[in-house]
């Protein structure tokens, strides 16, 4: 038994429609060399199973008989552990980001070092004050010190606005991640279903794959979460350890697995939310823990401390009709957003109420200006209990220090996150980039192979030919 | 297996280095430009703090050297008051001396005891001289007249008025009317009156006698004129330490807020050399590939 006249004629067949495959995959890679997300693919070649004599006895042929080339599987060249170690440092970084982001703002609110911080306005308001210590009868000079009071105060108020700002972003910024969110793990469900089709018709969805990971990818820029892969390629996605939620369960329907802004204060509260733009946002905007409403808290203290000192010191004067001093600061504002003149004792209006003087015997001490004179000699530079025994300029300064290197803090931290994150898309793309000039190689090897194949049909072509037209013609 | 780089990780490798080199290059420029060191309390959160301290520290001085400048005008325009004060009582002794003399007649007498209330009335006047709208030896009552007549009794309040020069120092400023012309009833208002009395009495004696104690209140008046002048004095040399203190607070700053311009452009030529650097090598690398020689 001998086999068959066109064996070879198969064999040339299979090696030409095999390269055909592996030259259609090598353009597939190319014309998705700057998709993001894409991983190279591989048609896996195989040689077939080999022809063997079928005789049980008689070595009339020598042993198996190839028989070509057959392509397995097109292979997707991905690393499942370092796409879980990329999407960590994609949460780091996304979180470092957000909060350097916010921070820089909270420093643009500050406005310092420069001529319009409050610093700046605390500077004036002493001086104004000193100004009218040595010129107490002088009307222009309590003017001066009562609009200096003012922009203090407005100063106040703007700082806590735009404070409150930075985190009402934050705050607003939260419900677009749960938005965000949800519209990413619907896709990734939905492309769940897709895969676990395709796979129970024995396809390697290489391309649905893509699109999921890279889906996890921008997932893991928003939350912290673990996946895990079943046999059919779904993937369950939770989020969370000590109260875990889960994101994507393919063994429910979906849409089903949507998450609330609750869920993620609920689990930023017991330490379930570690990472992602979530995280920085939470732990800016928080009402009690938050790193902002903190700042504000700083300021509110000395705005409580300083509106008492410099009102109880300025009642125990008298003003330039010899009354017994009022408040300067409404006593009702004691927070940097409440901060305010006491409207019951205008020195705006009626710059007079100044209580620069310490007495008022005879016909009057109009030029009298020791009692301000003890507010910058003695109630200034003294330390308050409420402040940490600090003054209230030293309290200021110090906060302001405090936001600064908390600032400076984050910024170190985003150059290490960018550097990680990068480090790990490199990583990946060793794995699953496509290099053109591998591409460009493999095409010139794949050409070779199919042509190479078709002059091997050629040549068995000829054979048949000999066989065919050229014998038993003799005498012809 | 050697590790692969595709174009891909090379073009990405690129545009992060490319981007850090110019963030690094628009900070640079930005300090040359504007020569600021922090911008930002994340800047340098320590520098920040010393710049708030000394902006703070600048401010004071600010107003210290404003308060000295004020002072030393309010001392010599009490000076000059004083030395109308000094010349009138002078010319008053000589009167005095003059009518002393028994060569004088009662009608003499008079006629210098009308010059005499004149001259009075100058040291009055002087004595209520004013700065601006202050009353100079009314002490804090410094809106109404300290010597308002008709009678000689001072009327200013005996609070003195201090300016603070310095850190927890200050520099009293004024000096009350009744320091300058003595307390009634034996003031300098009421020892001319008297002698202005003796003279109408054509008490040649008296009027003699009084000589004593018109020297004595010219004197005090010339004490006060001392003390003022070494008031001022020590105020001028306290305004040279401000100046001096303004200027280590001006420079310390500098150190602390402002970049060495000579520095900052050289890392500036640094960084603009580097990014060119990264350029050119990049664009040149990123622009072959295998198909150049296919």
């Known amino acids: ?476 | 297996m050697a590790i692969r780089i595709t174009q891909n990780a090379m073009a990405n490798g690129f545009n992060t280095d490319v981007q850090s080199i110019y963030s690094k290059l628009a900070k640079s420029q930005q300090q040359v430009a504007d020569g600021r060191r922090i911008t930002k309390p994340s800047d340098d959160p320590f520098g920040t703090g010393q710049v708030l301290g000394f902006d703070a520290q600048l401010a004071d001085t600010k107003r210290y050297q404003a308060n000295t400048s004020e002072s030393i005008s309010m001392l010599d325009a009490q000076d000059a008051a004083l030395d109308s004060v000094t010349s009138a009582m002078q010319q008053i002794y000589s009167k005095a001396v003059q009518g002393g003399s028994d060569s004088n007649n009662a009608t003499d007498r008079n006629a210098i005891a009308t010059e005499i209330l004149q001259l009075k009335e100058v040291v009055r006047q002087a004595m209520n001289s004013k700065h601006g709208d202050t009353y100079l030896f009314g002490g804090t009552a410094s809106s109404t007249p300290p010597f308002p007549g008709p009678g000689n009794a001072y009327a200013g309040s005996a609070n003195t008025i201090s300016r603070r020069v310095g850190d927890n120092q200050s520099v009293q400023v004024n000096v009350a009317g009744d320091t300058v012309l003595g307390p009634t009833p034996t003031s300098t208002l009421d020892v001319i009156d008297q002698l202005v009395t003796d003279l109408q009495a054509n008490n040649g004696t008296n009027v003699r006698a009084s000589l004593g104690s018109i020297q004595a209140q010219t004197n005090m008046a010339l004490n006060v004129r001392t003390q003022l002048g070494a008031t001022s004095a020590r105020l001028q040399v306290t305004s040279t330490r401000l100046d001096l203190t303004e200027e280590r607070l001006i420079s310390a700053r500098t150190d602390v807020a402002d970049v060495d311009s000579a520095e900052a452009f050289m890392k500036f030529s640094q960084q603009q050399t580097m990014y060119q650097a990264a350029l050119a090598s990049g664009t040149q690398m990123l622009k072959t590939s295998i198909l150049d020689f296919l």
């Open chain 1, 1 to 476: 038994m001998y086999q068959s006249t066109f064996m070879g004629l198969n064999t040339a067949l299979r090696g030409v429609l095999a390269q055909q495959v592996a030259l259609d995959t090598t353009g597939h890679n190319i014309s998705n060399l700057s998709t993001e997300g894409y991983t190279r693919q591989r048609a896996e070649m195989t040689a077939s199973a080999p022809w063997s004599n079928p005789s049980a006895f008689t070595q009339t042929t020598p042993g198996q008989i190839g028989t070509g080339v057959e392509v397995l599987r097109i292979e997707r060249l991905r690393d499942q552990f370092i796409d879980q170690n990329a999407r960590g440092q994609f949460g780091r970084q996304a979180d470092a980001q957000a909060t350097v982001e916010q921070l820089h703002q909270v420093e643009a609110a500050l406005q310092e070092p420069g001529d319009t911080g409050l610093s700046k306005l605390f500077a004036n308001f002493w001086s104004s004050m000193d100004a009218v210590a040595s010129n107490a009868d002088n009307d222009s000079a309590r003017q001066a010190f009562a609009n200096a009071t003012s922009a203090l105060a407005q100063g106040f108020r703007q700082v806590s606005t735009d404070l409150g700002n930075v985190a009402m972003q934050s705050d607003l910024r939260l419900n677009q991640t749960v938005t965000d969110v949800n519209g990413i793990t619907q896709r990734i469900a939905a492309l769940n279903t897709e895969i676990h089709r395709a796979i129970d018709h024995s396809q390697q969805p290489n391309d649905l794959l893509d699109e999921r990971d890279k889906l996890m990818d921008d997932l893991s820029k928003l939350v912290n979460y673990t996946s895990t892969e079943n046999a059919f390629g779904e993937v369950t996605i939770t989020f969370g350890s000590a109260a875990p939620i889960a994101l994507v369960d393919p063994t429910v329907a979906p849409g089903s697995t949507a998450i609330t802004r609750a869920d993620l204060d609920t689990a930023f509260g017991n330490g379930d939310l570690t990472s992602g733009r979530a995280h920085a946002d939470e732990q800016l905007w928080d009402p009690t823990t938050g790193t902002i409403p903190g700042y504000i808290g700083k300021l509110d203290a000395l705005v409580a401390d300083f509106v008492s000192g410099v009102n109880t010191a300025h009642a125990a004067g008298f003003d330039l009709n010899g009354n017994p001093g009022g408040n300067i600061f409404n006593p009702a504002g004691t927070t940097a957003a409440t901060i305010s003149l006491d409207p019951a004792n205008n020195i705006v209006t009626n710059p007079r109420l100044v209580a620069a003087a310490s007495s008022w015997t005879g016909t009057g001490e109009p030029g009298n200006g020791t009692n301000l004179k003890t507010v910058l000699d003695t109630v200034r530079p003294g330390g308050n209990a409420a402040l940490g025994g600090q003054t209230w300029d030293s309290f200021y300064k110090s906060t302001v220090t405090t936001i600064g290197a908390d600032a400076q803090t984050a910024e170190s931290t985003l150059t290490n996150a960018d550097v990680l994150s990068d480090m790990a898309k490199s990583r990946r793309d060793q794995v699953s980039g496509v290099s053109m000039d591998e591409e460009m190689s493999n095409m010139l090897r794949f050409q070779h192979a199919y042509n190479a194949s078709a002059r091997v049909l050629t040549t068995m072509d000829e054979l048949l030919d000999t066989l065919i037209n050229r014998m038993g013609r003799v005498g012809l």
